[in-house]
């Protein structure tokens, strides 16, 4: 699988928006990105995935870069919630596997 | 809440003993995976069972078996535990495959609220 490399923390303010960026140079043309957040003392849950264009749900939006070897999570207004680790993972779709692999994530603190 | 059930919320046991993790699935879906989250070695994923049959093995040792039920529950047995052993067991379950290529490529795993193991 190909890998990940995420900031091991980030600081927002309450309120404001964050960029969480993951680097995936050696993405293949069949990995979807997918991102899953894990609050404190809960399981992950899933937050968002794409291929190549940019994804927007109710949680936040996802930019991909063009050659596709980064990716940004985009939580549009932080809010205390939000402060949790959040994984950027590669999932190839062309060899049916649906296991994750978590990396080591990006752990968001929000600053009241 | 995610629908997805874990017993029991926390388990302490002895080194050597041998313990049975058990997972509910959500409603529908057919897919129960299980993954492992220590400190020193993160969010390892285990196992994949897929309407009863292993889907797919992970870094799980050979200490661990799992197995998935006609009524689609699962359990990991874990045995002749270590210290090391000492995690957060998680389980997840999806629908997967699922209908629709979309959602097929999306594939939300839904994670329980886990069971906390401490061997001593």
């Known amino acids: 699988d190909a890998k990940t490399t995420q900031p091991n923390s980030m600081e927002s303010n309450e309120e404001e928006p964050v960029h969480l960026p993951c680097n995936h140079s050696?993405?293949?043309?069949?990995?979807?990105i997918h991102w899953y957040r894990q609050l404190p003392s809960q399981g992950p849950e899933y937050v968002i995935h794409?291929?190549?264009s940019n994804v927007n749900n109710r949680m936040a939006s996802l930019a991909i870069a063009e050659d596709r070897k980064s990716s940004t999570l985009i939580l549009h207004r932080a809010t205390l919630r939000d402060a949790a680790v959040y994984y950027c993972?590669?999932?190839?779709?062309?060899?049916?596997?649906?296991?994750?692999?978590f990396g080591t994530g990006t752990r968001l603190t929000v600053i009241p | 809440d995610s629908g997805v059930t874990q017993t029991p919320k926390h388990l302490i046991t002895a080194t050597g003993q041998r313990v049975t993790l058990r997972c509910s699935p959500r409603?529908?879906?057919?897919?129960v995976y299980w993954y492992q989250q220590s400190l020193d070695q993160g969010l390892q994923f285990l196992i994949h069972?897929?309407?009863?049959?292993?889907?797919a093995k992970g870094n799980i040792l050979e200490r661990f078996s799992a197995q998935q039920f006609p009524d689609l529950h699962s359990e990991l047995n874990l045995s002749s535990l270590e210290l090391g052993d000492s995690a957060l067991y998680f389980c997840?379950?999806?629908?997967?495959?699922?209908?629709?290529?979309?959602?097929?490529?999306?594939?939300?795993?839904?994670f329980g609220p886990g069971t906390r193991l401490t061997v001593l």
């Open positions: 997840a379950s999806s629908a997967y495959p699922e209908e629709g290529f979309e959602e097929t490529q999306r594939n939300e795993q839904f």
């Open positions: 050696t993405i293949s043309g069949t990995d979807y």
């Open positions: 794409g291929l190549t």
């Open positions: 993972i590669l999932r190839d779709v062309q060899t049916g596997a649906n296991n994750l692999f």
């Open positions: 409603s529908g879906d057919l897919s």
């Open positions: 069972y897929y309407n009863g049959e292993e889907r």
